[in-house]
């Protein structure tokens, strides 16, 4: 898997969320994705996302395969492969979703996160499908996080952008000599999330300056 820019994975997020809360306008057209993305609810964090932003986040999960392009109507529609390309049951993609969507969550919050989409059982039914994938053979898509001070349950990240953000990580779990291997791994592969947006936004910005006849 390629590590995701944030706007990939909201993308990405909002297209396996509307097919299972309003599955007769899916597939997606572009105007449906961006209203999608820019939401105000149920969403961490709230993003401003314009038109070419997204398309252009559409085309690179196009080039990951993880979305397809069909044409319906007047517009092109977007379906995302996301179950088939990772090989997780629909119930771990709806967990991934709900992480992609509103960032940290423990098992009991995406529980109710995830019932428009599915009803699972009880907390333990969620947590055998997050270990199950932060677990999974070809690669951990989840970690679980040190639980914050205070906190009577830990939370749990995805990781389709390489490691969880620092802020989403207590500062006594990065700081000092007794942080874990999986912790400094884990920022580590922050690091490199942040070096491929800054690839990403570089290349959009020389795409734009050569589509306008501007030399950067």
């Known amino acids: 898997m390629p590590i995701l820019s944030l706007l990939e994975t909201r993308v990405l997020g909002v297209l396996v969320e509307k097919q299972r809360t309003v599955p007769d306008s899916y597939p997606l057209t572009l105007n449906a994705v961006l209203s999608g993305c820019n939401q105000k609810t149920s969403r961490n964090p709230v993003l401003e996302v314009s038109d070419a932003q997204a398309q252009t986040a559409i085309d690179s999960l196009k080039g990951y395969s993880l979305v397809d392009e069909s044409s319906g109507g007047r517009a092109s529609r977007y379906a995302h492969n996301m179950d088939r390309v990772l090989r997780i049951p629909s119930q771990s993609s709806i967990l991934l979703t709900v992480l992609m969507l509103r960032g940290p969550q423990t098992a009991g919050e995406l529980r109710i996160a995830s019932e428009r989409m599915h009803n699972f059982a009880d907390i333990s039914s969620v947590e055998g499908f997050l270990d199950e994938l932060a677990e999974?053979?070809?690669?951990?898509?989840?970690?679980?996080?040190?639980?914050?001070?205070?906190?009577?349950?830990?939370?749990?990240?995805?990781?389709?952008?390489?490691?969880?953000a620092i802020d989403d990580v207590p500062a006594a779990a990065v700081s000092g000599t007794d942080a874990s291997l999986g912790e400094v791994a884990a920022l580590r592969a922050n690091v490199s999330r942040l070096e491929a947006e800054v690839a990403e936004l570089k290349a959009f910005v020389l795409r734009m300056a050569s589509e306008l006849g501007i030399t950067p």
Not at 145 to 159: K, S
Request: glycine residues 14%; aromatic residues 4%; without cysteine.
């Open 136 to 164: 999974r053979p070809a690669g951990a898509l989840v970690i679980k996080l040190p639980r914050l001070p205070g906190a009577r349950e830990n939370r749990w990240a995805h990781l389709l952008s390489g490691g969880p």
